[in-house]
């Protein structure tokens, strides 16, 4: 994982909101496409950066993909601003 992927992937307020989403649990991609006003697509898009940044991970369950957080990787960006900060 690198920063600058993670970074990236946080930048996007579309990406930011599927993350609050997936703080209460796991969803398929059409019930996080249901809160947005952009296409299948875009929402597609969006969920395969925040992957490949390694910030949600999928499942998949009969015709269906459901996402999940990944907080180890929030975690390490929490701890390397606390050490830019010079927080212990």
């Known amino acids: 994982m690198a920063i600058?992927?993670?970074?990236?992937?946080?930048?996007d307020p579309i990406r930011r909101q599927i993350l609050e989403l997936l703080?209460?649990?796991r969803l398929s991609a059409g019930e996080i496409g249901s809160h947005f006003d952009v296409t299948a697509a875009a929402i597609s898009r969006h969920l395969s950066v925040l992957k490949d940044a390694d910030l949600i991970r999928d499942t998949r369950e009969g015709k269906y993909i459901y996402y999940e957080l990944n907080a180890s990787v929030l975690e390490e960006i929490l701890l390397w601003i606390s050490?830019?900060?010079?927080?212990n």
Not at 4 to 11: S, Y
Not at 83 to 87: I, V
């Open 4 to 11: 600058q992927d993670t970074m990236k992937a946080l930048a």
């Open 83 to 87: 050490a830019l900060k010079g927080e």
């Open 23 to 25: 703080k209460s649990g």
